[in-house]
């Protein structure tokens, strides 16, 4: 059973930037696809980006192209998310998400990933 812990989240101002993290409980090589998702409050949860087993594959929501930047340090066994240009919209609770099989579709569809962190929380004010 993979466990997640996410840190990073805090309040900011517009425009400002934030970075998470999210470690794993084991080796991130026998992770395939991390993602982050996020949800805010009365919102369904939704994805945000992700990364593949080598790093070298991404993928982000139109939303946040250019803005934000999802990284892998396997030797760290952690998978960060570098937000920039922070908007109050970006206000959410922040998972980080993982599965182990091998395909690289349906990033942003939650049920497929079955690991998932407690959350963390931004808050962005205008």
């Known amino acids: 059973q993979v466990q997640l812990v996410e840190s990073g989240g805090g309040a900011v101002q517009a425009g400002g930037s934030l970075r998470l993290s999210c470690v794993a409980s084991?080796?991130?090589?026998?992770?395939?696809?991390v993602a982050w998702f996020r949800q805010a409050p009365g919102k369904e949860r939704n994805f945000v980006a992700a990364?593949?087993?080598?790093?070298?594959?991404?993928s982000y929501a139109d939303s946040v192209k250019f803005r934000f930047a999802i990284a892998r340090d396997s030797a760290k066994d952690t998978v960060y998310l570098q937000m920039n240009s922070l908007k109050p919209e970006n206000t959410a609770a922040y998972y980080c998400?993982?599965?182990?099989?091998?395909?690289?579709?349906?990033?942003?569809?939650?049920?497929?990933?079955?690991?998932w962190g407690q959350g963390t929380q931004v808050t962005v004010s205008s």
């Open positions: 998400a993982a599965r182990s099989y091998a395909t690289w579709s349906k990033l942003g569809e939650s049920s497929t990933y079955a690991f």
């Open positions: 084991e080796r991130t090589s026998s992770i395939y696809t």
């Open positions: 990364i593949n087993q080598s790093g070298r594959v991404v």
